[in-house]
């Protein structure tokens, strides 16, 4: 009889103002898989209304950079800058595995190369608007950051897009609904590859 099976690494990325938290909301309701969200970790301090554990754990420099020392972090880079980290904390994502559920990490593209080089196996996902203009109207029209902040975010998006062709997968967020429909298929559809190779080995096992 086979083992359980593992579970498998899920790769989310995108540029600011591509719609990554509601949509990545919607898919964990709706996974046709068992998903879970891997809670990155950062030494910047919580925004308002955030809670540690659940959008974040916020570290402190020294706490982080111990567990980066001892192999703590799946991935873990200075994403903006100054003294803010970021990473996948190795605790988040490997017991869930062996457990069979299907990890979500939401990462910046950076990151996401880290991971593809740890996990060959992972399913990457790029989320992009439709276009240059939905982006740029969609950051302006948050109305909380400087002309000169929105200027740094659309140069990091303008990376970040070139770096699409990375990823196994590109979905473009016109209208939320589409883009759930199509992650929850390409999940469904590397499910469906799963329970095949796993009665694929099972016959081999009885041969």
Known sequence: MAGSARGKVV?????????????????????????VL???????APRPGEVDGRDYHFLAPDQFHRLRREGGFIECFQVFGKDHWYGTLASEVTPSLEAGKWVLLEIDVQ??????????????????????????RRLRGRGTESEEAIGQRLARA????AMADRYQYVVINDKVDDAVRQI????????????????????????
């Open 11 to 35: 790769v989310l990325s995108g540029p600011s103002g591509a719609g990554k938290t509601t949509v990545l909301r919607r898919v964990l309701q709706q996974a046709p898989v068992p998903l």
């Open 38 to 44: 891997s809670v990155s970790a950062t030494t910047r």
């Open 111 to 136: 990151g996401a190369q880290a991971v593809m080089d740890r996990y060959p196996d992972a399913i990457t996902i790029f989320l992009r608007p439709s276009s240059w203009e939905e982006l740029q």
């Open 158 to 161: 303008r990376h970040e897009l």
């Open 184 to 207: 929850c298929q390409i999940l469904a559809q590397h499910a469906e590859v799963n329970t095949h190779d796993r009665r694929v080995v099972g016959r081999r096992n009885h041969q």
